[in-house]
């Protein structure tokens, strides 16, 4: 059983074997998780062992990604702010909380490094 959004390549799955059925579910386990988190304002960071993987197969599970799961979840939590951006009403520092950035200079930065703008000309463009 393939995890949901994960491809790997005929390389990765030479160099590790399938996962197990119990590492499957703390994959699913460790993607809700993320994907709850990306809303939540200063979230604790993932603790794998209490969703059954290690942090190395972990970060093995998001190569063919060629993201960490920090980026990943990062990723979400811009997806997120995207789409509250396009609300006028909320401020750049409400969208960054409620996207679960832990500030806007953060949530600005990361914004711009991902889009190549500033949150206020996404908004007003």
């Known amino acids: 059983m393939k995890s949901p959004g994960i491809r790997r390549d005929d390389r990765a799955m030479d160099a590790h074997p399938p996962p197990t059925d119990r590492e499957q579910l703390g994959i699913l386990h460790v993607l809700t998780a993320m994907n709850a988190k990306k809303e939540a304002p200063h979230p604790a960071p ?3 062992k209490a969703h059954f993987v290690s942090r190395r197969f972990l970060d093995e599970l998001f190569e063919p990604l060629n993201e960490t799961p920090a980026e990943h ?7 997120r702010a995207v789409e509250l951006l396009a609300d006028p009403r909320p401020s750049i520092a409400q969208v960054a ?3 679960g950035f832990a500030d806007p200079t953060t949530f600005t930065r990361a914004f711009h490094r991902e889009f190549g703008m500033l949150p206020r000309e996404f908004r007003h463009g």
């Open 97 to 99: 909380e409620r996207s």
């Open 73 to 79: 979840l990062r990723r979400l939590r811009l997806r």
């Open 46 to 48: 993932l603790r794998t």
